[in-house]
């Protein structure tokens, strides 16, 4: 049940981080969650967006767009959370490239945005141990 996040690769000078967001924003377009990893010269901005599709024709007026499927896992909004999820991957031998997490409209609730390399089997192994994911169709309908 992965999702998409799309990644664009921003240049690092004042101004074009707020100018991409804000062409998102004008287009209708609802950021579910938001990650800049930079480096000197350019930025990688990592979004997970209502409409990946409209998001892609945005961001094409200031770079190429690409997309990666990765997972979004639901859990407590309480110390230990990811923890569990980290020791669930990591007794499975499952390496994690990069994460980051955003909040729920939804009181008590969380996700994480997880990049594995073997999805499937990340999949296979939370479902296993009863944790819930997100799918695209969810992050169109989702509130708040």
């Given amino acids: 049940m992965a999702i998409t996040q799309l990644s664009a690769f921003l240049e690092n000078t004042p101004?074009?981080?707020s100018q991409a967001v804000t062409?998102?924003?004008?287009?209708?377009?609802?950021?579910?969650?938001?990650?800049?990893?930079?480096?000197?010269?350019?930025?990688?901005?990592?979004?997970?967006?209502?409409?990946?599709?409209?998001?892609?024709?945005?961001?094409?007026?200031?770079?190429?767009?690409?997309?990666?499927?990765?997972?979004?896992v639901k859990m407590s909004d309480e110390a230990g959370s990811l923890k569990k999820i980290l020791n669930i991957l990591e007794n499975a031998r499952i390496n994690v490239e990069y994460v980051y997490a955003f909040t729920s409209a939804i009181?008590?609730?969380?996700?994480?945005?997880?990049?594995?390399?073997?999805?499937?089997?990340?999949?296979?192994?939370?479902?296993g141990h009863g944790i819930e994911m997100l799918s695209d169709e969810d992050m169109k309908d989702m509130l708040g």
């Avoid at 924003?25 to 979004?47: E, K």
């Avoid at 009181?107 to 479902?127: F, K, P, Q, T």
């Fill in 15 to 17: 101004g074009t981080l």
């Fill in 107 to 127: 009181a008590g609730s969380a996700y994480v945005v997880l990049r594995i390399n073997d999805l499937d089997v990340a999949e296979s192994v939370l479902m």
């Fill in 23 to 72: 062409a998102i924003s004008d287009a209708g377009i609802n950021i579910r969650a938001l990650s800049v990893a930079d480096t000197r010269d350019f930025g990688i901005l990592r979004v997970i967006v209502s409409d990946v599709e409209k998001t892609k024709e945005v961001l094409s007026q200031y770079t190429l767009a690409s997309e990666t499927k990765v997972i979004a």
